[in-house]
């Protein structure tokens, strides 16, 4: 057990008595229940945004024990910090980049997506006058209009990259808006896009490079989208996309949110608790404080409205949630400083789950998670 952000410190004994506790079994259950849903097809993990909460160098590690071969990042700095912490298998970096940066992709042997013909030949450009070869995707835009060039307009891309000598064009994808949604009709509207791009291959009976498109909603959703490679980001950490989206792989969530309580105190009616006096009782209560607040990612808006669990059993937050602690209203049951809180996992038989404080802050899994600050230490199990 070791802490991310604390590398000196091996256990959380004494630390912060607030921690993100991730077990790295259930990843490796949850990477492969998407490899078997996904048969010969290459899974790249997704490991933006500090792994989706998780620890990017720590899951990283990980990833490399399993038989992955390719990581991806959604930016340059997420990458350097893999190559700092000495991961060598292979790094795309799937958002877009500045002429600047292009040098660093170079000398740190990491894969660009190249989203525009001007991109792609200031990348050649550069891998010439660096001596180099550039592992590119090129990005096709088939209904985000994000990044990319648009599938009606890609094939002086696609001609282009076959003239540059400094490049190698390893893949070439584009992304889903829609792949979560019960109506699939716009996802599919985009795979047959893709297709469309995809025919000047055999048109011009050059070799195919890596086909990929499958974001989670994809690979749960669409198997006629998984061509050569996946990129599950979400999935992988155990979490649904949406709501509405069939759950054809199982997958169990790797985060728990854990504290303890530090203070107790009875709360006579009358007197609100917490900033702006938004909650009071009418009675009597037992009132806890849990060293915990919007400073650290749990959201101010779940005020009045999420739960926490102590000995098993489900209380209410009660007034605004503070930059560094929030309130508990346990009623007239019994609890003790040092008890454990569980915000977000599971605890005799009861789960929190990151949609149930999603639900609470009026937001996606993917923010609950990914707002999860560094200062909260990361212990891996
Ligand atoms: C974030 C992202 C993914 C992973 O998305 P999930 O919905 O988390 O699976 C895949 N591809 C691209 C381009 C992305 O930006």
């Not at 229940?33 to 933006?48: C, R």
């Not at 550069?126 to 994000?146: C, S, W």
């Not at 086909?211 to 992988?236: K, T």
């Not at 101010?300 to 669990?309: D, L, P």
């Amino acid at each position: 057990m070791y802490i991310a952000n604390h590398p000196t410190i091996t256990t959380n004994k004494g630390l912060r008595p607030t921690y993100v506790e991730v077990d790295l079994g259930r990843l490796t259950d949850n990477y492969k229940a998407i490899q078997s849903k996904v048969g010969d097809v290459t899974v790249m993990p997704i490991l933006k945004a500090n792994a989706y909460g998780h620890g990017l160098v720590e899951v990283a590690k990980h990833m490399a024990t399993l038989d992955v071969k390719q990581l991806g990042v959604a930016y340059l700095e997420e990458a350097l910090l893999l190559r700092e912490a000495a991961i060598q298998l292979p790094i795309f970096v799937l958002g877009g980049i500045l002429d600047s940066q292009v040098p660093m992709f170079l000398e740190h042997d990491l894969t660009l997506a190249a989203s525009s013909l001007e991109k792609l030949k200031q990348v050649d450009e550069a891998a010439e006058a660096m001596g180099k070869r550039a592992k590119v995707h090129l990005k096709i835009d088939t209904g985000m209009e994000r990044i990319g060039v648009h599938y009606y307009s890609a094939e002086s891309l696609l001609e282009a990259s076959l003239k540059c000598k400094h490049v190698e064009i390893e893949g070439i994808f584009s992304h889903f808006a829609n792949a979560d949604a019960a109506d699939l009709s716009s996802a599919r509207l985009q795979i047959e896009r893709f297709e469309e791009v995809l025919d000047f291959y055999e048109r011009r009976s050059v070799p195919t490079p890596l086909r990929h498109m499958a974001n989670s909603g994809a690979i749960l959703q669409l198997p006629e989208s998984y061509l050569d490679i996946v990129r599950p980001g979400i999935l992988l950490f155990g979490v649904y996309p949406s709501h509405e989206v069939q759950q054809t792989v199982a997958v169990q969530p790797a985060l728990s949110w854990k504290s303890t309580v530090v203070y107790f105190k009875v709360v006579k009616p009358g007197h609100p608790v917490s900033y702006g006096s938004t909650w009071e009782s009418d009675h009597n209560v037992r009132v806890v404080t849990v060293p915990v607040g919007y400073g650290d990612g749990y959201f101010r808006s779940m005020s009045n409205k999420a739960e926490v669990m102590l000995s098993g059993k489900r209380y209410p937050v009660v007034g605004r949630v503070c930059m560094d602690q929030f309130m508990v209203n346990i009623e007239w049951d019994s609890a003790y400083n040092g008890d454990e809180v569980v915000l977000v996992g599971e605890m005799e038989g009861e789960r929190i789950t990151v949609e149930d404080l999603a639900a609470w802050a009026g937001t996606i899994p993917y923010e609950v998670l990914t707002n999860i600050n560094t200062r909260v230490p990361r212990v891996y199990i």
